[in-house]
């Protein structure tokens, strides 16, 4: 039953590779939540996508190790993997109610924006 999302990370751990290659290509850098001359929402938004990264390394690794990695190490692996469900629903809860809370207030039409794809509002 979990096979599908078993390939589904495989395509992600190529997705996530090229995204941590692009910087080195002066594309898409990462961006530093410590960085002085950012107001706390941005230090707050560069935050939260930092511990996501970081948290989405750690499932893509431990999976990748559960699959492919030594027998020895698979229960630890999975022990830390399971745990992957906590970040990805808190992550998500934080995102739409951040996009909620931008479509609402200084960001109007940043739904629209993202469903079309369009860059100015018109
Ligand atoms: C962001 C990426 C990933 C997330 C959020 C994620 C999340 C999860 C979660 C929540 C479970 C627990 C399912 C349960 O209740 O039993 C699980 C199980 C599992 N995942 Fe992932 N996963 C990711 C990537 C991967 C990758 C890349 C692989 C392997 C290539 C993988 C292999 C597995 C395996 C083998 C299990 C079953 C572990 C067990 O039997 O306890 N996952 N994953």
């Keep these: 039953m979990w096979d599908w999302h078993i390939y589904i990370g495989y395509v992600l751990v190529g997705l996530f590779s090229i995204r941590f290659i692009l910087p080195a290509f002066g594309h898409m850098k990462i961006q530093n939540p410590l960085s002085k001359d950012l107001t706390a929402k941005m230090k707050v938004q560069k935050w939260t996508y930092l511990i996501f990264y970081i948290s989405v390394i750690v499932s893509l690794t431990t999976g990748l190790i559960i699959e492919l990695g030594p027998k020895d190490l698979k229960k630890s692996m999975e022990d830390i993997h399971v745990l992957s469900i906590y970040y990805l629903l808190a992550f ?8 909620l809370l931008a479509e609402f207030s200084d960001q109007k039409g940043i739904i629209s924006r993202i469903v079309s794809g369009s860059k100015k509002e018109e």
Excluded at 92 to 98: E, F, P, R, S
């Design 92 to 99: 998500i809860t934080i995102h739409l109610a951040g996009v």
